[in-house]
């Protein structure tokens, strides 16, 4: 009996150590335990962030490239990819915004690069480190040219923003017709209006009465709007003393500087090359003749340009300089006008006519068999026959885009 007692004893005395052991051991793994499985937990849900983040990204990369679509200068681009950041929950992270990207394939292309970084707590691994976890996320939004126009109304919201009526025939060779109106009918073909062009481009909505013959396989609508081309150019400025014309005399030669009456052409005129500002209207009358290459027309205000059908007006836009390519430049500063261009069947036109504020009007036979001539206007009415080539590179122009995508690309 005593033995099996001591036997019993012995038995407490060894469970008892075993049960202090497990506690030890227990106590001494309960960190490694809770830290590992935290580990998993945490390992997800930085997976998790690492996406979010990448979203966010290349959201902020989709608004910056399309501010840039729109013409924004880089401080806007980088608000708008910001804003775009903050509203997708970037929190306390931090933003770069570079245009072009600084790495990778699309450096110095039409692109936005977004950089987001950002510093997780850690919760269950804590126990281990209190360093935050770092994540970094890029993205690069590209902008691609679907096409080159050489209409292009810049009007938001007009009905008939480019329209193309009576007899006309017009001819685009290697450009676009692109309207920015969100309006159903942004560009209208009507009457018995002819019409060849790469591609019609249209924000909104495009109405044609007859078929028109493009390259591209239908009309594109509800395109990106295409930003204004010339929404940079400075106007020039008005210089002393004013510059009169002698409209008694059949032949003259005017020079460069500010016209304060505004110009009435008849007879043979020659244009000198320069800048012309014009503040009044311009009038060139029946019969009249006006020569000049290396000129820009800068119509101050509100001030309009109207040509007569019977005028025959053989005019080019500097190749060089600060208004290489600009042959016509309405006022950016000025209100709704209408302009009139016409003119004979040998009248020729070489270089952009901008008039952002106003309605452009083609009427007859201009801008001559081999025009190269960009029409950029609030608003564009054609009624004349014409044929217009887009590659004038040559001639100091810019590519205008039209039918821009954005793309995320990295």
């Known amino acids: 009996m005593a033995a099996n007692t001591r036997i019993w004893d012995l038995i407490r005395e060894i469970r008892q150590g075993a049960g202090g052991n497990v506690a030890t051991i227990f106590a001494l793994t309960l960190p490694v335990v809770v830290g590992g499985a935290g580990l998993g937990v945490e390992t997800s849900y930085w997976y998790y962030s690492s996406l979010k983040l990448?979203?966010?990204?290349?959201?902020?990369?989709?608004?910056?490239?399309?501010e840039r679509v729109q013409g924004s200068d880089t401080t806007t681009i980088t608000a708008a990819a910001t804003s775009s950041a903050a509203s997708n929950g970037l929190g306390s992270g931090t933003i770069v915004v570079n245009t072009p990207p600084?790495?990778?394939?699309?450096t110095g292309k039409k692109a936005v690069e977004v950089i987001l970084n950002q510093n997780l707590d850690r919760i269950f691994t804590s126990i281990f480190t209190q360093t935050k976890v770092p994540e970094q996320a890029r993205s690069v939004a590209l902008i691609t040219d679907a096409s080159k126009a050489c209409v292009l109304a810049l009007n938001p919201s007009a009905s008939k923003a480019a329209l193309f009526s009576g007899n006309t025939s017009v001819k685009l060779t290697g450009c676009s017709v692109m309207a920015d109106s969100i309006a159903s009918d942004a560009i209208k073909v009507q009457g018995s209006a002819g019409l060849q062009a790469d591609c019609l481009i249209s924000a909104g909505g495009i109405s044609l009465n007859n078929p028109v013959?493009?390259?591209c396989k239908s009309p594109i609508t509800d395109a990106l709007p295409v930003s204004d081309p010339f929404a940079s150019l400075p106007a020039p400025a008005a210089t002393n003393p004013c510059q009169t014309i002698n409209n008694g005399k059949q032949a003259q030669t005017l020079q460069p500087g500010t016209y304060c009456s505004g110009m009435s052409l008849s007879g043979t005129v020659t244009l000198s090359p320069g800048v012309y500002v014009v503040q009044g209207n311009m009038k060139i009358n029946a019969n009249a003749v006006v020569l000049g290459s290396g000129v820009t027309i800068f119509m101050a205000g509100s001030n309009t340009v109207s040509i007569n059908g019977n005028a025959t007006v053989t005019l080019s836009a500097p190749t060089?300089?600060?208004?290489?390519?600009v042959?016509?430049?309405?006022?950016?500063?000025?209100?709704?006008a209408?302009?009139?261009?016409?003119?004979?069947?040998?009248?020729l036109l070489t270089g952009a006519i901008y008039f952002p504020k106003q309605q452009v009007s083609y009427l007859g036979n201009f801008s001559g068999?081999?025009?190269?001539?960009?029409?950029v206007a609030d608003t564009i009415q054609w009624s004349g026959n014409s044929t217009i080539n887009q590659d004038c590179s040559s001639l100091g122009m810019k590519d205008m885009p039209a039918a821009q995508s954005v793309a995320v690309v990295e």
């Not at 990448?54 to 399309?66: E, H, K, P, V």
């Not at 060089?320 to 390519?325: E, N």
């Not at 042959?327 to 000025?334: E, S, T």
């Open 54 to 66: 990448q979203a966010i990204a290349d959201a902020a990369a989709y608004a910056g490239a399309l």
């Open 338 to 347: 209408s302009s009139t261009f016409n003119g004979t069947a040998t009248s």
């Open 327 to 336: 042959l016509f430049y309405g006022d950016r500063a000025g209100s709704s």
């Open 320 to 325: 060089s300089g600060t208004y290489s390519g």
């Open 369 to 375: 068999v081999n025009g190269c001539t960009q029409v």
């Open 102 to 106: 600084t790495s990778g394939p699309n």
């Open 213 to 215: 013959t493009t390259v």
